[in-house]
């Protein structure tokens, strides 16, 4: 490795001022569930134009407690595009229902509204299809009013995997969708550690997220089903709580949410640097063009999550292990964004193997750049000439 400084492929970014934030967490009344947790939710929901937002430890959680609220079950099937974190497949497995894969374009990792409608005609016999799971890959906005039409002529509902794309235009707000649901791992748009967010225009399917995200727990009078162990005399026995369906610890701390309020003041400053990254990058590449050659970034917004490439390792005569060593030798951090779920062998077990060309082809040449609003200059151009000695 060069003597230079490793540039990962990404990299959370923490000042004084989130130390101070969870500091102050540390030394309040609660380290669990507090005032943060709703603190955060109505800060998450400003920023995303929501109206409800409700938080949870992961983004896997998030998409699972969306699952959960429109009551996916055994015999349902759900459309999930194949380029995606093993997540969004994963939740619909732990509800007991079926993943359809959908291709997407080869150019950008996206499903359209073509793949949507392609992947409809395959669900099998005898299954119910609920719902669609777009995925707004690498911050890449789907083109959600297209997918939309698809949606409602089939009957069915939109939960958008926003995981990568917190700061994107409209995002959030679930326009189009029913909910969207949000990743603030350590590398994402901003940061609490591990935590999620689902968002929604829907309050009861929000009410029953917070009460899945707590084994199901509910304290609110006016629900109670056992009223002679719930009222004593017609008041509420303080101490008195139901659970009427399952759930699962799903809760995010107060000192998550602490850290996460304060990157969320931060949210437009880390859009904006990534924005300038990504246009530094577009500028330098650009005489590398066609043998590596950015993924279009659309014209809809984007989350600008992570910088991908799509490269011409054959043209190179070297495999794509080979050159991501090469450039970890360099100091430069690359991924791989991602391996088509449909691929794994857990769902070759299940629905056999599939021809999704389009996801292949993405796969088969896409890397993932260096690219985190810490990054400077400097760095952009080192990562941009280690590609260059790559390509001869």
Not at 190 to 203: H, K, L, Q, R, W
Request: glycine fraction near 8%.
């Amino acid at each position: 490795m060069s003597a230079a400084k490793f540039i990962p492929y990404g990299r959370q970014s923490i000042d004084a001022e989130d130390i101070a934030a969870v500091v102050a967490a540390l030394q309040s009344d609660y380290l669990t569930t507090g005032p943060m947790v709703e603190a955060f939710e109505q800060a998450f929901a400003h920023a995303t134009g929501a109206e409800h937002a409700v938080s949870c430890n992961s983004g896997t959680a998030a998409l699972h407690l969306a699952a959960l609220a429109f009551d996916l079950q055994p015999g349902d099937a759900v459309v999930v595009p194949t380029l995606t974190f093993l997540a969004t497949a994963n939740v619909v497995r732990m509800c007991g229902a079926d993943v359809v894969f959908s291709d997407v374009d080869p150019h950008t990792g996206l499903v359209t509204a073509t793949a949507l409608e392609e992947a409809l005609a395959r669900v099998p016999a005898g299954k119910s299809v609920r719902a669609a799971f777009p995925v707004h890959l690498n911050g890449q906005v789907c083109d959600m009013e297209a997918l939309s039409r698809v949606a409602v002529e089939a009957g069915i509902e939109m939960v958008e995997d926003a995981c990568h794309a917190l700061g994107a235009p409209g995002i959030g707000a679930t326009k189009y969708s029913q909910m969207a649901c949000f990743s603030t791992h350590a590398v994402k748009a901003v940061a609490t550690g591990e935590g999620g967010v689902v968002t929604t225009a829907d309050a009861e399917r929000a009410r029953r997220m917070r009460s899945l995200r707590s084994h199901g727990i509910l304290r609110d009078p006016d629900r109670f089903r056992q009223c002679e162990l719930a009222f004593n005399r017609g008041t509420w026995n303080p101490w008195y709580y139901e659970m009427q369906e399952i759930g699962w610890n799903y809760r995010m701390p107060d000192i998550l949410c602490a850290l996460g309020m304060s990157q969320l003041k931060k949210l437009d400053e880390f859009s904006r640097r990534r924005r300038e990254i990504a246009a530094l990058y577009d500028e330098l590449l650009r005489p590398l063009f066609p043998a590596i050659q950015s993924v279009p970034h659309g014209q809809d917004g984007h989350g600008w999550h992570l910088y991908a490439v799509l490269v011409d390792f054959a043209g190179f005569g070297i495999s794509r292990g080979g050159a991501m060593e090469r450039l970890r030798a360099a100091g430069v951090g690359t991924q791989v964004h991602y391996l088509p779920v449909h691929r794994q062998p857990y769902y070759r077990g299940l629905y056999g193997d599939l021809h999704l060309p389009g996801a292949d082809s993405y796969y088969e040449r896409c890397l993932s750049l260096p690219f985190f609003p810490a990054m400077s200059n400097d760095d952009v151009k080192r990562v941009v000439t280690a590609l260059r000695e790559l390509a001869g």
